[in-house]
């Protein structure tokens, strides 16, 4: 009964052929357009995706450059602050190295201060020691003047009053001006002797001239003996007098006469070894010499070129520096040429001599400095 009511209930519907033909066609394509929906969807959550992290890099390129500026990050102000505090901790260091440069400046100033008033010291002892000696010789003297006077005295002491005749003698007028003369002589020394010796004069000036008269001699490379004896009289102590002692009669030349002195030697300087023509015999040799005779020069292995070398050092000498050309000779291996071996050793003597004369004028300027 139920069956046939529910039979009776549904819907019959007719339907061409056609008509299921066309109703198929419309599903494929709904389902082709859902097809196609689904990629377009993805592509477009694709563009947005990288759209917003181009935003978000636009962003931070905004905020690192421009706005950073303006609004700086929490880790920015803590590092600012701590630079702050590194700054004022190097303010308060440079003050601090500051104030020991100045101490160390004026320790250096006391030091050197100390150190001319030393040689100062030095030299008076000396000249002390120099006045005792020539007080010990004028002692000696008046001791044998003295016993001179005394035997002379003596002898007329001994003399007789009359001869054996019974007539006056003879007054021996020489022996009694001897005796006078001994007399002067012995009082000057007492009175020399007692008289105090005189204050050290203020020879600064004397001091100043004597050390620019002796810079400007050794720069010209000519005898200094005399401005050398003024300084060792003002300053017998100061480092390096002993050397330039040695040479203070002839002097030693300065860089240009070392140059002229190494090129008067260029001409007798041995020259490297060269070989000679080859012999028309040898005809393959005499081709292949030929034709590199204008391009290299053949020399003998081991041999030396001293008149180049010597022009070389020459040249560097005439432009003041003599340490560069004592190298340039003294580098070359083998036994130098006598010439060559004496100008190296005149080189070292001016170099040596430079440096004796700086140890003079620091000396020198202690001594002025000191003296106020």
């Known amino acids: ?28 394509t709904n389902s082709t357009a859902t ?59 440079r003050g601090q190295l500051t104030s020991v440069e100045k101490l160390a400046a004026q320790l250096k100033s006391d030091i050197d201060g100390m150190e001319a008033r030393d040689a100062e010291m030095s030299s008076f002892a000396e000249a002390a ?34 001869s054996a005749d019974g007539t006056p003698a003879p007054v021996d007028n020489t022996a ?16 020399s002797l ?36 003024n300084l060792n009289r003002m300053v017998p102590a100061a480092s390096g007098l002993d050397l330039l002692q040695r040479h203070a009669a002839l002097g030693l030349p300065n860089a240009q006469g070392l140059a002229a002195e190494l090129r008067g030697l260029i001409g007798y300087l041995p020259k490297p070894i060269i070989p000679g023509p080859v012999p028309e015999s040898q005809s393959w040799w005499s081709g292949i010499y030929d034709s590199l005779s204008g391009l290299i020069t ?28 004592i190298a340039q000779l003294s580098g070359i291996e083998g036994v130098k040429p006598g010439g060559v071996q004496q100008w190296i050793d005149r080189a070292n003597g001016r170099l040596a001599l430079e440096a004796a004369l700086k140890s003079v004028e620091e000396a020198v300027l202690r001594v002025i400095a000191a003296k106020g």
């Open 129 to 162: 020691e120099k006045s005792q000696i020539q007080v010990s010789d004028k002692v000696s003297a008046l001791e044998q003047a003295l016993g001179e006077t005394k035997t002379a005295v003596a002898k007329l002491a001994a003399r007789p009053v009359v």
């Open 194 to 229: 007692k008289a105090k010796p005189a204050e050290a004069p203020d020879n600064r000036a004397a001091l100043s001239q004597g050390l620019s008269d002796l810079k400007a001699k050794i720069a010209a490379g000519t005898g200094y003996l005399e401005e050398y004896g």
């Open 176 to 191: 009694i001006a001897a005796l006078q003369q001994r007399m002067e002589t012995l009082e000057n020394d007492v009175a």
């Open 35 to 93: 097809a196609s929906i689904r990629p377009s969807r993805k592509r477009n959550w694709l563009l947005a995706t990288v759209a917003l992290l181009a935003a978000f890099a636009a962003g931070g390129w905004l905020y690192k450059d421009m706005l950073s500026v303006y609004l700086p990050s929490n880790q920015v102000l803590a590092m600012a602050d701590k630079i702050a505090v590194l700054e004022g901790s190097n303010t308060t260091l």
């Open 298 to 325: 053949i020399r003998i292995e081991g041999d030396v070129d001293w008149p180049s070398a010597a022009s070389a050092a020459a040249a560097l000498a005439e432009s003041g520096d003599v340490p560069q050309s």
């Open 1 to 28: 009964m139920t069956h046939e009511t529910e039979n009776k209930s549904d819907t019959i519907i007719d339907l061409d052929a056609d008509q299921v033909v066309e109703d198929v066609e419309r599903s494929a």
